[in-house]
């Protein structure tokens, strides 16, 4: 896949950069000129995926948070972000609605929200190691009036 | 990120205005939990039209105001989200706990 374009940032595990991130992936997928529905879609996925650095892969302490936009082929945007935290032990079970770690505060969607917003999610991890989330989204192309 | 409140007859509305994630959640539950302690309504109602944004996060206090509503004998339920936060309310499923109505206004 060729890249045309990207981005790439890091921050800290600190709740106040989740509105950042969103922010900052939407005005890098503005170039392709998205619908503001695909805008909003794209922002959750993002907002879900740093949301789950910041409270599960690292809950008691401030880690590293990476995140990496890119324009590939086909009008599509990929997004990849990783934490170096606890990781995940069981990926697929992780991933069925409703399964939650956080207790009432949570409710075990995260995962579910970035499948069904996204084209693709990939989730990569091993316990101890940290987490990989790679989402992909295609911009669908409008033609001019 | 900001809640406000009316209160009358029974019925307390609660005006969610901002973005609403885990950022914000935990002080949107705390503010809403005292006014549901103040007032003792039999009515709780989410007004979501200032949304600005909303995810996971904020299903998650929609489930908790109405899981409290319950357990007091009373009702709560989510009016007139924009197409942002309706479009996570239907990937969740929790419409079908939760009722979500759109009011007409004229
Ligand atoms: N980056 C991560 N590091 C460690 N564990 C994670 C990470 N992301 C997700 N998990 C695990 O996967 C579970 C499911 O994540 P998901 O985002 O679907 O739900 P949640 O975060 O628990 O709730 P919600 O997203 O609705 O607030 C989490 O409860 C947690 O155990
Ligand atoms: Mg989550």
Redo the contacts between chains.
Sequence with gaps: MKTKNYIKMEFPSR??N??FA?AAVACFAAQLDPT??EL??I??AV??AV?NC??HAYPDSIGKISLRARIIDNNTLEIVIKDWGKGIEDIEKARE?MFTTGG????G??F??ME??MDKLRVRSSPGRGVTVTMRRRIAVRTAE | MKVLSSYKNGRLTLFFKGELDHHSAKKVMNTIDQLIDEYLPRDCVMELSGLKFMDSSGIAVILRVYKRMNEMGGRAWAENPPRQPMRVIDASGIDRIVKISTTMKE
Excluded: A, H
């Design positions: 709740s106040v989740e509105g969103r503001l529905e909003g879609d922002k959750t907002s879900e949301t910041i409270v609605p009432e505060e949570r409710s969607m995260g579910t929200i069904s917003f």
